[in-house]
C-alpha cells in the first residue's frame, strides 16, 4: 500500500520538474507522519481493533456476571443470615419457654410439698392429741381406781371392819359417782 501511494505521488513530482526525470520530489515530514498515522490506523483496525474489542466484550461479560454472581451470592447470604436470626430467635423463645415451665413446675413442686408437710404435721398433731387424750384417760382411770381403792382401805380402817368383795364394789362406784359429779 505504501509502495502505491509512492507510485501515485511519483508522476506529480516529475511533472512539476520538467517532465523525463522520474525522482521523487520532497515531500514535507507532516505528510509523512500523517500517511504513516492512517496507515498504522489501518493496521491497526484491520488487526487488532476487532481482537481488542473482542476481548473486551468478553472481558465486560466476564465482569457482569462475576458482578451478578456475586450480587446473588449477597443475596443468598442475606437469606441465609435472616433464617439463621429467625431460627436464633425461635431457639431463644423455645429456651425461654422451656425455662418458664421449669419454674412453674418447681413451684407446682415445692407447693405440693408445702401442702404434704402441712398435711403431715396437721396428722402427726392429732395423732399426738389423740395420744395425749388417750394417756389423760388412762392416768384418770388409774388415778381412781387408786383413790377407790385408798378410800376404801380408810373407810375400812374407820369402820373398823373389813369390807367384802360386793361391798366393796358399790363404794367403789359410789366414790366414782361422786368423783365425777365434782368434777
Known sequence: MFLELAILIAPLASDAHGGAKH????VPAIVWTMLTFVLVLIILWKFAWGPILEQLGRRETTIKDAIEGAQRERTEAEAARKKREEELANAR???QKLIDEARDEAS???EDGKKAGEAARVEQVAAADREITSAKTAALSEVQ???A?????IAGRVVGKSIDAKDHARLIEETLSKIEASS
Open 23 to 26: 525522482e521523487l520530489a520532497p
Open 93 to 95: 423463645g423455645d429456651g
Open 108 to 110: 407446682r413442686v415445692r
Open 145 to 147: 381406781k387408786q383413790a
Open 149 to 153: 381403792d385408798l378410800a376404801m382401805l
